[in-house]
Antibody
């Protein structure tokens, strides 16, 4: 079945960097736009970034522009999020998710998430 | 940014009862609205997209309605597995989510 599995989360100091990965199975990741969405502990959902199927275009929420970079390797059925200059407020569970057909910006399915903690 | 609001924040319903959740957008989003269910320590699950289209495998007791700025998710005859937090999300512009409605017993 269609599945997404994230990895790469962990504890990082403010100002540090982390790279998240998401591997898809049960479908051809290269056929879909893909996204990262985060959820701070006990809080709601916040869209972070999405990338077109070819990787030619990427979009970000304002709070991460210039610090985060989304990328993909369709040959490896993989999605990435490079996070630099991390701040305490970036601490969250990060979910990868597939966008709807044609890049429609609803999300299905979601991975199980990976936790990023930013603390000194 | 389009701001999404949801009401009520918490809804207490008995098993077998009916739940009506509201979602409002700060400006018109046509029918570009999705609903998700999230249980503790789980990822969100898509229930509804395009305001009223059920996602694959979603039971018929879940229904969505509305357009423009006012939307409703109705859960008929609540089952034990339906007690969760429900989020609406608009995709008329950059995606934004509502703060959620917790459906509890």
């Amino acid at each position: 079945q269609v599945q997404l599995v994230e990895s790469g989360g962990g504890l990082v100091k403010p100002g540090g960097s982390l790279r998240l990965s998401c591997v898809g199975s049960g479908f051809t990741l290269g056929d879909y736009f893909m996204s990262w969405i985060r959820q701070a502990p006990g809080k709601g959902l916040e869209w972070v970034s999405y990338i077109t199927s070819s990787g030619s275009s990427a979009f970000y929420t304002d709070s991460v522009k210039g610090r985060f970079t989304i990328s993909r390797d369709n040959a490896k059925n993989s999605l990435y999020l490079q996070m630099n200059s991390l701040r305490a407020e970036d601490g969250a569970v990060y979910f990868c998710a597939r966008l709807g057909p044609g890049g429609t910006r609803w999300f299905h399915p979601w991975g199980q998430g990976t936790l990023v903690t930013v603390s000194s | 940014e389009i701001v999404m609001t949801q009401s009520p924040a918490t809804l207490s319903v008995s098993p077998g009862g009916r739940a009506t959740l509201s979602c409002r957008a700060s400006q018109s989003i046509s029918s570009n609205l999705a609903w998700y269910q999230q249980k503790p320590d789980q990822a969100p699950r898509l229930l509804i997209y395009d305001a009223s289209t059920r996602a694959t495998g979603i039971p018929a007791r879940f229904s969505g309605s509305g357009s423009g700025t006012e939307f409703t998710l109705t859960i008929g005859s609540l089952q034990s597995e339906d007690f969760a937090v429900y989020y609406c999300q608009q995709y008329n512009n950059w995606p934004t989510f509502g703060p959620g409605t917790k459906v509890e017993i």
